[in-house]
């Protein structure tokens, strides 16, 4: 990172199902690092055109406290992404569909150089980075089920081929419906939204995510067969994965994985009965950056961006 850009700071933003996160980093060469995070829960009106005109009012706020514009931007992405940067499809937040993403971001950030990726990559990427590792499996675990692979320190299978989608590995064919249409899906069993239905199925009423980490906490039975269930789907996805690229280490981070204490061992005791003679589970540990996995990768995407016209 050139003088030029640290002086003007680096703008991290992860897009989600729910809410926006942004890390802004700068600071002079030498001098103490700057940092300011924010999260930006998304209106209750489900479209693109007010979930952008929110985040474009939360960037000025913190480019008003930056003190102008920033040198680089680095966007992590749930959404499937075409080549011409209009959303193809995002079913958790489907008015996204169509969206021209490319000319929005050009559009609010006209003096920064713009990148963006799947969110899953970044947050392997910077926890790959973080653990020192250069070949790791992330698996995300929030609104839906992300996922990311490193292999000799660069994210699978690149950004000209697609992003990895962990969570659309199917894990039961006879599984619930997920929102990509298809039955069985890790999301559709795994994600955090699936993880409450199942909790309210077997408790007989509706849970949130504050009573089913009390109830976890308690040893209420309806609590850990719903979430032994979530870490079992898990568990497949992670050993089916090490089959494929043999990581040095796996991670299971997001928001709802996070927010649950001992939730990656869960996973790594199911991803343990399924080793076999010659091929052991995979080593399973919590994301060590959290929920902010993402957040972490995009800014680290902001640092490679050239230096130059912004784009």
């Keep these: 990172m050139g003088a030029a850009t640290a002086a003007r700071g680096l703008l991290g933003i992860d897009v989600g199902g729910t809410k926006v996160a942004l890390r802004a980093e700068g600071g002079a060469p030498g001098g103490p690092v700057r940092t300011e995070e924010a999260v930006l829960p998304w209106p209750e009106a489900r479209g693109a055109a007010a979930d952008w005109a929110a985040l474009a009012d939360a960037v000025a706020r913190l480019r008003e406290r930056w003190g102008g514009d920033f040198a680089a931007v680095g966007v992590a992405m749930p959404a499937t992404v075409g080549p011409d940067g209009r959303v193809l499809a995002w079913p958790g937040r489907p008015g996204w569909e169509d969206f021209g993403l490319a000319p929005a971001l050009r559009e609010l950030f006209p003096a920064a150089t713009v990148g963006w990726a799947d969110d899953g990559d970044l947050a392997a990427l910077a926890e790959a980075v973080h653990a020192g590792r250069d070949h790791l499996v992330y698996l995300g675990v929030g609104t839906g089920v992300g996922g990311g692979v490193v292999h000799r320190g660069a994210p699978l299978p690149g950004p000209s081929r697609g992003s990895c989608e962990a ?77 494929l690229f043999h990581p040095e280490l796996t991670v299971v981070g997001g928001g709802f994985a996070d927010g649950l204490p001992g939730f ?15 091929g052991p589970a995979p080593a399973i540990r919590p994301a060590a950056l959290g929920g902010l996995s993402s957040l972490h990768g995009a800014v680290a995407l902001a640092r490679r961006q050239p230096l130059g016209e912004p784009s």
């Design 167 to 243: 969570g659309h590995l199917i894990v039961d064919r006879g599984g619930p419906r997920c929102d990509c249409g298809r039955h069985g899906c890790l999301q559709a069993t795994a994600s955090g939204p699936a993880t409450l239905r199942r909790a309210a199925l077997l408790r007989g009423a509706p849970v949130g995510f504050a009573e089913l980490r009390a109830a976890l906490a308690g040893g209420e039975p309806w609590a850990e067969e719903a979430v032994e269930e979530t870490c079992s789907a898990l568990a497949a996805a992670a050993v089916s994965l090490a089959e």
């Design 264 to 278: 990656a061992a869960r996973v790594e005791a199911h991803a343990a009965a399924l080793a076999r003679p010659g």
